[in-house]
């Protein structure tokens, strides 16, 4: 396959993009519309917004898993047309197979891009040194805490060293505790890596202690960017100390602020149709 590098490509560009569904009553909704995102090799971007919002629906077509009703989803310059093989995904469940060990779980990926399986496997106990786990390479996932599922799953969608990782609320089921050491170790991997992160998260500390730029989706039916914001914050972040920083306090106050709005017209529009809130 032929790689542009050109630097004024975008590793996801949505352009004027607009998803509807149809519903299992036939009506047309639209999830979002006229979404423009654009994110360069190496910036990290937070999609934040209220529940139904959109914001799986917008990794999804950057991913390629759905194609926009309008506009145009591209990935370094190339419009997106099937699975975008230049992105990893990582959900909230995280996709390891039962019935696989550790080290075969994250070889998997390597695997089927033609490694042969001896490779592949130093390979994969590489990145389980990477993320802590290099003695459990011979464990199955349900032998696993659920931190070390996420450093499993981590190093799974690491391994085949794409160019863009799409993240849809990966840590959201974990301690808090947990969780802000997955998020440091993220971000250390991330740090040098010039890679392309779009993360999803519910949770704008996290949003903000992780991101470059925390973009807000508004309320839907019809949701779309209101708000942009590039957080200035210096690296290398330390996320266990972060969120007492005072730039940290006042770019929070600042983004809940705006965030608020939307959240509190969902919140309404849902009591109004008798749903009450989450
Ligand atoms: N396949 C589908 N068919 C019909 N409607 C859908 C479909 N997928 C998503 N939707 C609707 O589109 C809207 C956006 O969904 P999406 O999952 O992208 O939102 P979200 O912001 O990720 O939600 P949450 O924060 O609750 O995870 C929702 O109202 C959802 O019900």
């Not at 004027?16 to 909704?29: A, E, L």
């Not at 989706?217 to 960017?225: C, F, H, I, W």
Request: net charge negative; glycine share 8%.
């Amino acid at each position: 396959m032929v790689r542009h590098t050109a630097v004024d490509e975008y590793a996801v560009d949505l352009e004027g993009c607009t998803k509807q569904f149809t519903t299992p009553s036939g009506d047309t909704y639209v999830a979002v519309r006229d979404i423009n995102l654009k994110v360069r090799p190496g910036r990290f971007v937070s999609v934040v917004g209220p529940t139904g919002s959109g914001k799986s629906t917008i990794l999804n077509m950057a991913a390629g898993l759905l194609s926009p009703t309008e506009g145009t989803a591209r990935s370094f310059g190339q419009q997106v047309k099937g699975v975008n093989r230049r992105a990893s995904y990582m959900f909230q469940q995280d996709g390891l197979l039962p019935w696989k060990t550790v080290i075969d779980n994250v070889s998997l990926g390597l695997t089927m891009a033609g490694v042969g399986k001896a490779d592949a496997r130093a390979e994969a106990q590489r990145w389980l040194e990477k993320v802590g786990l290099k003695d459990f390479s011979d464990r199955y996932p349900h032998q696993l805490s659920g931190g070390m599922r996420k450093r499993t799953a981590v190093a799974q969608a690491w391994i085949v060293n794409p160019d863009i990782l799409l993240m849809d609320e990966p840590f959201s089921a974990l301690d808090v505790q947990t969780r802000q050491i997955m998020e440091n170790e993220l971000l250390a991997l991330w740090q040098e890596s010039g890679k392309a992160v779009i993360f999803i998260t519910h949770d704008l500390d996290e949003a903000i202690a992780l991101s470059d730029e925390v973009v807000i989706l508004g309320a839907g039916p019809g949701s779309t960017v209101v708000a942009s914001y590039d957080i200035t914050l210096p690296r290398p972040r330390d996320l266990l100390e972060i969120r007492d920083d005072p730039q940290f306090v006042e770019l929070h106050r600042e983004i809940w602020g705006r965030l608020r709005v939307e959240v509190s017209k969902t919140y309404q529009s849902s009591a109004l149709a008798g749903g009450g809130a989450e």
